[in-house]
């Protein structure tokens, strides 16, 4: 079974630039996420997609970060314009509905490191 | 206050060694519980998943809640060279349409041979 797919693996960029990073998660799962981890912390969610619907955004800063999830399956998440501070892996990852009969696991892409300059 | 706090490490132990992981919530609305492990430059992998309290074990490791301490705890047992990463501690909430994972920043674990 192939895994969640990331691209780019690296990105330098200069402040005030823009990236986008692609996710394409495991066949068939319903649930992406997008987690942002700065070194030496723990991921911390920017937003939950359900199919091609945001659940949950709370934690995305909206001024800068957008993120999109066209037709349920493969997402985009872009950053305009960049802070140093955004400096960070961005992972994405994929679930199942959780349900009685899974446990909700979620399982993580490789990640894209962002340098800001 | 974090909702989640994990003891920050970094930890080196000798092969061989017994591990202690900890970490310690203050949202008492978690009631499943996770251990994922990341190696370098690599995502996180689910290695453990508790719900009750009490203690669930996997070969060398055994998982461990405490929910009227609101503390969780990772054992590893004989560790290897190979059990080098840092492992997160990761709970969420049991209903809910998010029901996202909170994580714990991390403890990097380092097993000399």
């Known amino acids: 079974e192939a895994g969640v797919a990331q691209s780019p693996r690296y990105k330098i960029i200069e402040k005030r630039q823009s990236v986008a990073f692609w996710c394409n998660p495991i066949s068939g799962h319903a649930t992406l996420y997008w987690y942002q981890q700065i070194l030496g912390q723990g991921p911390k969610l920017l937003i939950q997609f359900q199919n091609n619907g945001v659940v949950d955004d709370s934690q995305l800063p909206k001024d800068r970060f957008s993120a999109e999830r066209l037709k349920g399956v493969d997402s985009t998440l872009k950053i305009q314009p960049a802070k140093l501070e955004d400096s960070a892996v961005y992972l994405c990852?994929?679930?199942?509905?959780?349900?009685?009969?899974?446990?909700?696991?979620?399982?993580f892409g490789e990640g894209s490191r962002l340098t800001v300059l | 206050q974090k909702e989640v706090e994990q003891d920050p490490g970094p930890l080196s132990v000798p092969e061989g060694a017994i591990v202690s992981l900890n970490c310690t919530y203050s949202?008492?609305?978690?009631?499943?519980f996770m251990w994922y492990r990341q190696y370098s430059r690599k995502g996180p992998e689910l290695l453990m998943y508790?719900?009750?309290?009490g203690n669930k074990e996997d070969g060398r490791f055994t998982a461990q809640v405490d929910k009227s301490s609101k503390y969780i705890s990772l054992f590893i047992r004989d560790s290897q060279p190979s059990d080098s990463a840092t492992y997160l501690c990761?709970?969420?909430?049991?209903?809910?349409?998010?029901?996202?994972?909170?994580f714990g920043s991390g403890t990097q674990l380092t097993v000399l041979p």
């Open positions: 990852a994929s679930s199942l509905e959780i349900g009685p009969q899974n446990t909700g696991e979620l399982f």
């Open positions: 508790t719900y009750s309290s």
């Open positions: 990761a709970m969420r909430v049991s209903s809910g349409s998010a029901r996202q994972l909170t």
């Open positions: 949202n008492s609305a978690f009631q499943y």
